[in-house]
Every structure is written in C-alpha cells, then in structure tokens.
C-alpha cells in the first residue's frame, strides 16, 4: 500500500500546522474565535458533501488535520461536530435536516455534541435507560447522559433514547435532535483533565417534534456505533500527533541537558529508551493509518476489527510514550508548567474515550 500523501493532501497539512503555530498551548474551553478561524479555513466542511457547501473529503484528510491537532492540544469540539455530528447529519439526516443543518455546520454557526453515554453505562453504546415516549405529534425524553465531550458549548445535542425494548438491547433505540436550551435540558459543563470541556446532561419531560428524529425510530444503534467509529478513527490520528510531539521534546531535552559534562543524550540506556518510544509511536502511526484506510470499509466486522485495533494499540503506545517522556524529562517532567504533562494528560483522556485499551481488546476477540 501507498502511505504518501498527495501533493494537496500535504498542502493541507502544511496550511493547519502553520495556522497552529501561533498557539501551542492547552486551550481551556470553547474559543469563538478559534472555531471561526476553522470555518474560514473550510476544515469544519472536511465530512461534509460539496452540496451542502464541505469539501467532501476522505477519512485520511481528517486523519491529517487530527494529527496536527494532537501535535498542537488543539482543545476545540472539532471531533463532536465536525466528524460525529457532521457524519451522522449526513448519512441519515432527512433532506430537510441536512438542508438545514449541514451548511450551518460547515460556516461555524451550528456546534453538535453526541449525547449517548448513561452514568454506569462504562463504554457500551447500546445501555441506554433513557425513554422516549410518543405524545401526539412530539416524544417526550427522560433520562440522564453522562460526559457529553463539548457539550456545554454545543447549540444541538444528539441524543440516543430508548422508544422500545430493554435496557441493553441493540433494537429500540432512535436519535433524536435536541435543542440545548429547550426546556427541561439542564447541561452542567465542567473541565476535563486535560484541559477539555464535558457536561452531565439530565433530561425531564422534554418534548421534540416528530420532524426531530434522526434516522428511522428503533434502528438508531447501527448509525450510531457508525459514526462512533468515526470519531474513534479522529482520536487515533490525534493521539499520533502528540507522541509525535512528545518524541520531539524528549528528543531536545536529551540532547540539551547535561550531565557530567555532556549531554544526558549521550548514554546508551537513554538512547534506548528514546528508541522504544519511537518505535511504539510507529505502531500507533500504522494503525491509525489502517484504522482510516478501513473505515468505509462495506463490511461491519472488519470496519470494526480495524477500528479496535488501533485503539488498543495506540492507548498501549500512547501511554508508553506518555511515561516514558515524563520520566526522561526528570522532576521537571511533573511540572505542570512542561507541555510533556499536557499530553500525557491527553493522551490519557483519548485512551478513556469510546472505551479504553482493555475495553478494545475484548471487542476485537469478540469480532474474531
């Protein structure tokens, strides 16, 4: 397989990293003007079909501006409109709603978040207690939803309900498109440990017109876990560009410090160390690559192999790397005032997002 970008694919990297390099810090919460910036830059278009106003473009071009990303903490809801929200709009959204709602996504206007996770829930899409009851021409929802990424700076949330069947059932469960500010939605937003933002979301009575379902009622787990695995492919290739990020600080702090009367980089059990890191930062850098060469692939299984894969791999490495620049970094590598801490921080919170490295594995010997 061919692995090189074309020429307008590494263009693209070129124009997100230089328009990163201005800031190169954890960004705590949503910054308007950062998110105008993306629309500018047609980046929130990248999952979005040219009708619509996007650019259409493959699962590698959102690999490549997510590894930039991750190079620079990029802390912007990025992965829960513009790759979840915009994927699932698009493939399942009635013309109406994408109509509506697409073009909105694409010039910054219209910010999404995915609000399927229950408290107790762990990481299984398909546990929602949730309910969706029918009422004349709306539903009323009940329920609660627990770590909404961005969810406090979302205008939408997507929010997956039970209409039927039991608690743990794959059949019975539709989406639904919900006003954050609607009555009865009460989002409470709150700092992540990596400088990120999530919400508790509680859901009382409230009422959705029938026109605000996403998809066909009962049959929203398929799409959902779709789209989920989207976004899971975004965090692989965000998750590359921090330990690519993390390789290059340890890189200079060992050929900086000095010990001894020479660079600490000097001594092999160092240079062993670092070679470790880079070695696992090219497993993880393989399979996100497979993770978005397979992510349209026709067949659920093998989608989904791919997809648990990386993510187990890369949670691994990610942690590996994650350690090991922390503690090649010395007592400074526990400062917060390092950037090292920061990714690790990061990297860490990727690992726990849509199921953590133990959680993957199990799911890839299912599928097997």
């Known amino acids: 397989m ?5 020429e ?24 308007p003007e950062r998110w105008g910036e993306l629309a500018e830059l047609g980046l929130l278009g ?3 079909d040219e009708d619509h106003g996007g650019l259409g473009a493959t699962p590698v071009e959102t690999l490549i501006v997510m590894q930039e990303f991750g190079r620079a903490l990029f802390g912007q809801p990025f992965v829960s409109t513009a790759v979840v929200g915009a994927a699932l709009l698009g493939n399942i959204g009635s013309a109406a709603q994408r109509d509506d709602m697409l073009p909105r996504i694409v010039n910054g206007s219209l910010r999404v978040a995915l609000a399927t996770l229950e408290p107790g829930a762990r990481f299984d899409l398909a546990d929602i207690s949730t309910t969706a009851v029918r009422q004349g021409q709306s539903y009323v929802l009940n329920g ?24 743990r059932d794959q059949d019975g469960l539709t989406l639904f498109l919900v006003d954050a500010t609607a009555a009865g939605v009460t989002v409470r937003g709150s700092p992540t440990l990596d400088g990120q933002r999530a919400a508790e979301i509680s859901l009382a009575d409230v009422q959705v017109p029938l026109d605000s379902v996403l998809g066909e009622i ?20 965000e998750a590359v560009g921090a330990m690519e990020k993390l390789m290059e600080l340890t890189a200079e702090h060992l050929r900086t410090r000095k010990q ?3 660079p600490i980089g000097r001594f092999q059990a160092l240079q062993h160390r670092l070679a470790d890191m880079q070695i696992a930062v090219e497993q993880a ?4 690559l497979q993770a978005a060469a397979l992510i349209e ?35 400074m590598g526990m400062t917060a005032e390092l950037a090292v801490g920061n990714y690790f921080k990061r990297l860490t919170c990727i690992d726990m997002t849509w199921g953590n490295t133990d959680h993957h594995v199990e799911l890839y010997g299912d599928l097997l």
């Open 297 to 331: 692939h026709p067949q659920r299984n093998e989608r989904r192999k791919a997809l648990s894969a990386a993510k187990a791999m890369i949670g691994r490495s990610g942690h590996f790397v994650g350690q090991q620049a922390v503690q090649l970094h010395g007592g």
């Open 46 to 48: 990248l999952n979005v």
């Open 218 to 237: 009962g049959s929203g787990y398929v799409p959902l876990e779709w789209a989920v695995d989207r976004g899971i492919a975004a965090l692989c290739a």
């Open 260 to 262: 001894f009367g020479q």
């Open 285 to 288: 850098r393989s399979m996100a």
């Open 144 to 167: 609660r939803k627990a770590v909404v990424l961005h969810g406090d700076s979302a205008h939408v949330l997507i929010v997956c309900a039970r209409t039927s069947g039991g608690q």
């Open 8 to 31: 307008e694919q590494q263009m693209l990297a070129e124009t997100v990293m230089r328009w990163l390099a201005a800031e190169t810090v954890v960004q705590r919460g949503f910054s």
């Open 2 to 6: 061919n692995f090189s970008y074309s």
